[in-house]
């Protein structure tokens, strides 16, 4: 049983430029959630979604920033217009339900802007 | 929000406990405690979760003092694969994005030594 998948696992990207990060939850889990880590920082919840419905995007920044999970594929963080700041770790999780005790994270896109 | 207040950095000789100790003083009557870790380059890693009694698994032992005041997270053999980010986290299962939304602070980093 596959983990959590997610793609790619580095990303450069030109300021300005569009960056699409991609999370296959594990096979079973239709809820999904995105978290980012700043260069020395702990993780921060961004959003969190189910099949074809964000639930809880409070954590999200309000420009650029978008997610989705539609019914057939994986989710997908888009950011655009990438800018310096947005360099950071994304980390997705699934889980069977919302009140999981444990949700399965995947390895991460590190983004960088140039 | 409750709050976890654990040591920046902890040290262990390979093969022998490591204690990992996590305050939130201020934790509510329905906050599971949680432990992920943190492997370096990769996505969190769920470990264990406990309410009130002490908990045990195949990867950790969870003691959380009568109180709920504290908690400690048990390693009882450490290995170099140990070497991590450890974190402790309060989770309402109980209230909506409490129960989703995982804070993550800075943790303990914890070093393995040969």
Redesign the interface.
Known sequence: NAGVMQNPRHLVRRRGQEARLRCSPMKGHSHVYWYRQLPEEGLKFMVYLQKENIIDESGMPKERFSAEFPKEGPSILRIQQVVRGDSAAYFCASSPQQDDYGYTFGSGTRLTVV | DAKTTQPNSMESNEEEPVHLPCNHSTISGTD?I?WYRQLP??????VI?GLTSNVNNRMASLAIAEDRKSSTLILHRATLRDAAVY?CILRD?YSG?G?????????TKLSVIP
């Open positions: 599971y949680h380059s990769q996505g969190p890693e769920y979760h974190y299962m994005a129960s989703y939304q995982l804070t993550f602070g800075k943790g």
